[in-house]
């Protein structure tokens, strides 16, 4: 059995450096032998982790920067869109503003009266926006470390937040089931969707920001038109597991979602079909994030409760690399995208193109929960 | 189905909201994102389609504007007023400064009555004066000049009928124009010789012009209160580049008369495929619009007392769909939305109604693979609806068709936005003068977010 996977990781792995087209037409051939997994072992779960791949395109994180400073359970760590800073928030009110190059703390964010459970950047690295449990969000204006906008109108926690790709406006889960859309520029909601009938784990903007993804501890997914706020789509995640986390892909055509059965699913929402599982990771209490690594191979990351970072091909599924990161739960996982600056964005025929003509530093931030309380900073020596 | 279905695309039927804008017209640019509506004492304005709020202003005329253009990636805009003036403001920087920058200003010697971009450059203007005369502005620094567009063969033995409307073909490729004796003449844009002159039997004086994206169909609006609908003849190719006018000044009459001997002119007679008009109270048009995919066209009525908008289904004959009736405030402009089912109408008081196609809730969006039936139907099991599967079958199953590549990170839209090139991809010689010198109107450029400041934090 060692073999086939082995079959599997070859025809995975020639993607990201190969022509994408000729790749597609092997993994579309229907000629291609499929393996066939000879014993039941096999399909146990978790499976097997085949950490040993030793091929060229497998990451190679090494921790580089470990930073404390946070007192309560830290929630969320982001990149900034241009790769200069890290920002993480906790339940300590703080949101602390790092540099991913030095892991010296660079300033804190004050003025929430309650714990922080998530944050986002604006695509131009200068706003983040902080989602707390005195239930408003505020936008910062990082250089000056100073609130420029409160936004007010949830009646409880805000668990989740997330601007659109223009960064004009908002969009934020309450625990109390509503989503709320608001209007960056002058402070107010546009909208609010009686979107579940319990905690909003997380919500998510589409490339154009026509459709935004939520999902809540009512185990459901939903697709809504952010124009009309109408819902136009629930799935169901199987085996009534409840899902915590949901993002669309960078293309925004599958969406990835995480639940309590220590499993991550890629779903193309178009025929709600769930098109690939990545399981070995520790996943059924509390809120882990995973997310999409692009730049270079194309990795899922997700933090897991067993102290540690995952990451799988997102292709052939199988667990490319573990970080032996924390002590405590990994809640929070973040990548840096480093991202072709938007202007350019539609030209680009393939990102892993560019980003293999211009060659960068890949990092992973993740954090993690009580016993722990820090952030720490890898980063990928494939590349380098 | 998350996307809406091109095959059910419709066409509004109700007011969404109104901005008080106190415009005199309105354009949607071509993302649809944003709304420009002009101003009584000059100004414009731009508006953000999902909040509904003022974002950027333009101040730089003085007189009321008389058109206003958008780039194709709507970095830019093109405003023409009555004090002579043509401004294009970069939309894009102008967040730095409030009001907004203007990138260029080009003063003519008397009032503007049109302007429009090339479809494929931004540094060529298309401007109509009151004086019915038109030229190609070209503002590149290789091609620099202003052209006058003339219909050498009139000038002969007669006043040369005045210019009233001038309008790119969507590709760039000719420059229409109609005529105060309702002839539309065709130029080439390139080489700002005419191709062919059309006479419309009856039209009077036209008025505007509307064309579908594809740019096969032409509508025109004239004195005589009728919407002509006509298919466009392929042109004859143009003349060779080597004689190419490269004077900045009116072409050297001589030159034209070698390269464009008269016999070349396609002389024809246009016969409109329809007509639209008001057979009982003959009203006169403001100004129409074509749907996206140009199935539907929508009619501003000049009614002295009712804000009507008239809806034609092109797919069906032409045939006449319904009228939209916005109260009591005149109606005086007409613009659809580039993508949705969605029209701006501009009352005489300056209010912008926009409307569009409510969709209905559908409830059965809220549970997952729950389907709405409009009737009820029997149930019929499938064959193997309830059969018992070994259940490592069916894991080993999505084992491999899990196997699937998945793209998560190309994106669709490269495909579309590309379409600078030529038609099928290669460049024509049109094309490559268009493309001589490219503007910066680039798709992904981001309008930079301006937050108010609050002052109590």
Redesign the interface.
């Known amino acids: 059995m060692a073999a086939d996977p082995e079959d599997i990781t070859s025809a995975g792995e020639d993607s990201p450096t190969d022509d994408d087209n000729a790749s597609q037409t092997t993994e579309d051939d229907p000629q291609v032998p499929q393996p066939q997994p000879p014993t039941n072992e096999y399909l146990d779960r978790p499976p097997p982790p085949p950490t040993s791949t030793t091929s060229r395109d497998s990451p190679r994180y090494e921790l580089t920067y470990t930073m404390s400073g946070h007192t309560q359970s830290i929630s969320a760590v982001k990149f900034s869109p241009d790769g200069t800073l890290l920002a993480s928030c906790s339940g300590d009110k703080l949101v602390k503003i790092w540099s991913p190059h030095t892991g010296k703390l660079i300033r804190n964010l004050t003025g929430h009266s309650k714990g922080l459970s998530d944050i986002a950047w604006s695509f131009d690295s200068v706003f983040l926006a902080s989602a707390s449990d005195d239930a408003t969000i505020r936008i910062w204006t990082v250089d000056t470390g100073l609130t420029t906008k409160i936004l007010k109108g949830h009646t409880s926690y805000v668990f989740c937040v997330n601007y659109n790709s223009v960064s004009d406006k908002l969009v934020s889960g309450c625990c109390d089931g509503d989503i709320k859309i608001w209007d960056v520029t002058k402070g107010k909601c546009l909208k609010t969707l009686r979107a579940h009938l319990d905690y909003v784990t997380a919500v998510h903007f589409n490339r154009d920001a026509s459709l935004i993804v939520s999902c809540a501890c009512d185990g459901l997914i939903r697709i809504w038109n952010s124009a009309t706020g109408q819902c136009l789509k629930t799935l169901a995640e199987s085996h009534n597991a409840i899902c915590q986390h949901v993002q669309f892909s960078p293309n925004s055509k599958y969406i990835l979602s995480t639940t309590h059965d220590h499993a991550i699913r890629l779903w193309d929402y178009q025929t709600s079909r769930c098109l690939k599982t990545y399981t070995g990771h520790q996943n059924s209490k509390y809120c882990v994030v995973a997310c999409f690594s692009v730049t270079g191979g194309k990795w899922i990351v997700s933090g897991s409760e067993d102290g540690k970072v995952y990451m799988w091909d997102l292709q052939s599924r199988e667990i490319v690399q573990v970080l032996k990161a924390h002590t405590d739960v990994v809640v929070a996982v973040a990548v840096s995208s480093a991202r072709i600056p938007h202007s350019y964005d539609p030209f680009l025929t393939d990102i892993v193109q560019m980003s293999q003509t211009h060659p960068q530093q890949n990092m992973i931030a993740s954090a993690s929960m009580d016993s722990d309380l820090t952030v720490r900073v890898w980063i990928d020596k494939s590349s380098t | 189905?998350?996307h809406t279905d091109p095959l059910t695309m419709q066409y509004p039927t109700a007011v969404q909201t109104s901005l008080s804008a106190n415009a005199i017209f309105a354009r949607f640019d071509p993302s649809g994102r944003f709304i420009a509506t002009a101003q009584h004492q000059g100004s414009a304005l731009i508006w953000?389609m999902?909040?509904k709020?003022a974002?950027r202003w333009l101040e730089g005329h003085v007189k009321p504007l008389t058109s206003m253009d958008w780039s194709r990636n709507s970095k830019y805009l093109l405003t023409t007023s009555k004090d002579w003036n043509a401004i294009v403001w970069d939309i894009e920087t102008a967040a730095e400064v409030d009001p907004c920058q203007r990138k260029r200003t080009v003063r003519f010697d008397a009032p503007v009555v049109s302007g429009s971009f090339h479809p494929k450059n931004c540094k060529i203007l298309l401007i109509l004066l009151s004086t019915g005369e038109a030229f190609i502005v070209d503002l590149r620094k290789g091609h620099a000049g202003r052209f006058e567009l003339y219909d050498q063969h009139e000038g002969d033995d007669q006043r040369p009928a005045a210019f009233t409307v001038v309008h790119f073909d969507p590709i760039g490729r000719y420059v229409f124009v109609g005529t105060s004796n309702g002839s539309i003449l065709v130029f080439h844009s390139r080489t700002k010789t005419l191709l062919a002159r059309h006479k419309v039997t009856g039209a009077g004086i036209m008025r505007g012009f509307a064309f579908t994206k594809g740019g096969r169909r032409l509508t025109t609006n004239s004195s005589d209160r009728v919407l002509r609908l006509f298919y466009l003849p392929t042109y004859p190719s143009p003349p060779a580049s080597s004689t190419t006018p490269s004077q900045p000044s009116t072409p050297n009459p001589q030159i034209v008369n070698q390269i464009q001997p008269e016999s070349q002119v396609l002389e024809q007679e246009f016969e409109p495929v329809h007509r639209f008009h008001d057979p009982i109270t003959k009203t006169a048009w403001h100004t129409m619009s074509y749907s996206p995919d140009g199935d539907w066209l929508a009619g501003g009525a000049a009614d002295p007392a009712n804000h009507k908008i008239y809806i034609w289904d092109i797919q069906h004959n032409g045939q006449f769909t319904t009228t939209l009736d916005g109260g009591r405030e005149p109606l005086v402009h007409v613009d659809w939305h580039p993508s949705k089912p969605m029209i701006a109408s501009t009352t005489s008081q300056g209010t912008v109604l926009v409307w569009h196609y409510p969709?209905p809730?559908?409830w059965g969006?809220?549970?997952?693979?729950?389907e709405e039936v409009d009737e009820n139907v029997v149930y019929e099991e499938c064959e193997d609806e309830f059969d018992i599967e070994d259940e490592?079958e069916l894991?080993?199953r999505?084992?491999?068709?899990?196997?699937?590549?998945?793209?998560?990170?190309?994106?669709?839209?490269?495909l579309i936005?590309?379409s600078t090139g030529g038609t099928n991809g290669e460049v024509d010689e049109d094309t490559a003068w268009a493309l001589d010198e490219p503007d910066d109107d680039?798709?992904?450029?981001?309008?930079?977010?301006?937050?108010?400041?609050?002052p109590e934090?």
């Open positions: 189905m998350i953000d999902d909040s709020n974002i969709t809730e559908r969006a809220f549970a997952g693979g729950f490592n894991e080993r999505k084992k491999i068709e899990e196997e699937q590549f998945v793209d998560i990170d190309t994106l669709d839209d490269l936005s590309s680039l798709p992904g450029w981001t309008l930079k977010v301006v937050i108010e400041v609050t934090y």
